[in-house]
């Protein structure tokens, strides 16, 4: 668990005073008994459709890799014995992409001066030796 969603539980357990939980169903006052139904009902009254819970899962493994963390500790943060299984999760996005190719210019920037073009070695090169 992050600091944020951290933080963010202790101030909802603060708020709840001497409640026993944190989260309750407005209609009964009691707890959820069952988180999936919960969050299907939270994403229908949001207008969100073709989201299930699951998706979060594939979210999260998302997010890591573009955040630039490997893939061995994604693996293990999701719990999965397979890097098989993990690869799965991670989705190539537009943004992770450019971030790539991004990289790779910087990455021929700092390395320019060890190419040389056909061009330029034939001019380095003593004109009895052409």
Do not use: W
Not at 2 to 16: F, N, S, T
Not at 39 to 65: K, P, Q, V, Y
Not at 71 to 99: C, P
Request: hydrophobic share 35%; glycine share 6%; with cysteine.
């Amino acid at each position: 668990m992050g600091p944020i969603v951290q933080e963010a539980l202790l101030d909802l357990r603060a708020q709840a005073g001497d409640a026993e939980y944190v989260f309750t169903n407005p209609d009964t006052e009691t707890r959820y008994t069952d988180i999936k139904k919960s969050f299907s009902a939270a994403c229908r009254e949001a207008g969100i459709t073709n989201f299930t819970f699951h998706d979060l899962r594939h979210t999260f493994g998302t997010r890591l890799a573009d955040a630039g963390v490997d893939v061995v500790k994604i693996k293990e943060l999701m719990g999965h014995s397979s890097i098989v299984t993990t690869m799965r999760y991670i989705h190539a996005t537009d943004q992770g992409k450019r971030g790539a190719i991004t990289v790779l210019s910087e990455y021929r920037k700092q390395r320019r001066h060890k190419f040389v073009t056909k061009e330029k070695r034939q001019a380095l090169q003593p004109a009895a030796s052409r």
